[in-house]
């Protein structure tokens, strides 16, 4: 569950408890949760939907007066162990959710979602991956998200010495296809 408390100029409330819709024991529903103006991502990283432990996100918007679930996100390629929502980052109408766990290219080489929020809807628009996609670079593993920028951890990934991880930097722009974020630089 996520406990909303609100501050009322003098002290703190609980105002309201959230749970998943479809909650299942051990989905691990809250674990991870960022918000942006009225739009919050709730994790649920052992979530089964995709194959045991593949993961969802739960998106909710506040109506004025609750939190209302709108939606919920899986991979599109997602299967079991992946830990799709280990990490989220929201930003407006874009989000952003790692998977340190997923095999493509590599094993546990992790991937990251973008995803985009257009007539009351989101949808996955790219996958990134870490450059070279080596297995056990656990790209996802974190990630932060503002304005036109996103940072994308990979704990694994052979940085200045071997597993001694590195951040990918993307900027928030349509690229050549139109459709996602360009790769600005590890």
Known sequence: SVYVFDFDGNSWSETQKLTASDASAGDNFGRYINISGDRAAITALLDDDKGTDSGSVYMFDYSGT??????????????????F???????????????????APGTNSGAAYVFEYDNGVWSEIQILTASG?????SFGEGMAFTGTRALVGALGADGQVANSGAAFAYILETDSDGDGLEDAEE
Do not use: Y
């Not at 929502?85 to 095999?103: E, K, N, Q, T």
């Open 133 to 137: 996609g080596a297995s056990g670079q």
């Open 85 to 103: 929502g280990r990490s989220v980052a929201i930003s407006r109408d874009r989000l952003i959710a790692g998977a340190p766990f997923g095999d």
């Open 66 to 83: 609750q939190w209302v679930e709108s939606q919920k996100l899986t991979a599109s390629n997602g299967a079991a162990g992946d830990w």
